[in-house]
C-alpha cells in the first residue's frame, strides 16, 4: 500500500499564490509518474499538472504559466506553486502517483476568492 499527505491548500484572494506539497510513504519501490488532479464542484476531476521522473512534465492549458510541478525522487514528494490564482481555480486538488497501480491523496480544497 501507498499513502499520500497532502499539505498547503487554503483561502487566497485572486492573483495570490499557494504552494501544495505531497509526501509518499508507503510499499514503494519506485514512483513513475507524480502530480495534481483537481475537482470542482459538479466538475470531473481533471489533470493540473504531471511529472514523470526523469522530469518532464505537462500540464492543462488553464494553468499553464502560472503553476509550477515540481517533485524530488529522493524524498518520494511532489509540490505544485500555484501563482496568480483565479476564482476558477477553485477545487478539491488531489495528490496522485501511478506507483504500478495509480494512488491518490485525500484532497485538499483551494478557494480562490475575494
Known amino acids: 500500500q501507498v499513502q499520500l499527505v497532502e499539505s498547503g491548500g487554503g483561502l487566497v484572494q485572486p492573483g495570490g499564490s499557494l504552494r501544495l506539497s505531497c509526501a509518499a510513504s508507503?510499499?514503494?519501490?519506485?514512483?513513475?509518474?507524480m502530480g495534481w488532479y483537481r475537482q470542482a464542484p459538479g466538475n470531473q476531476r481533471e489533470l493540473a499538472a504531471l511529472?514523470?521522473?526523469?522530469?518532464?512534465?505537462n500540464y492543462a492549458d488553464s494553468v499553464k504559466g502560472r503553476f509550477t510541478i515540481s517533485r524530488d525522487n529522493a524524498k518520494n514528494t511532489v509540490s505544485l506553486q500555484m501563482n496568480n490564482l483565479k476564482p476558477e481555480d477553485t477545487a478539491v486538488y488531489y495528490c496522485?502517483?501511478?506507483?504500478?497501480?495509480?494512488?491518490w491523496g485525500q484532497g485538499t480544497q483551494v478557494t480562490v476568492s475575494s
Open positions: 508507503g510499499s514503494i519501490y519506485s514512483i513513475n509518474a
Open positions: 496522485y502517483a501511478d506507483v504500478a497501480a495509480r494512488y
Open positions: 511529472i514523470t521522473t526523469r522530469g518532464l512534465t
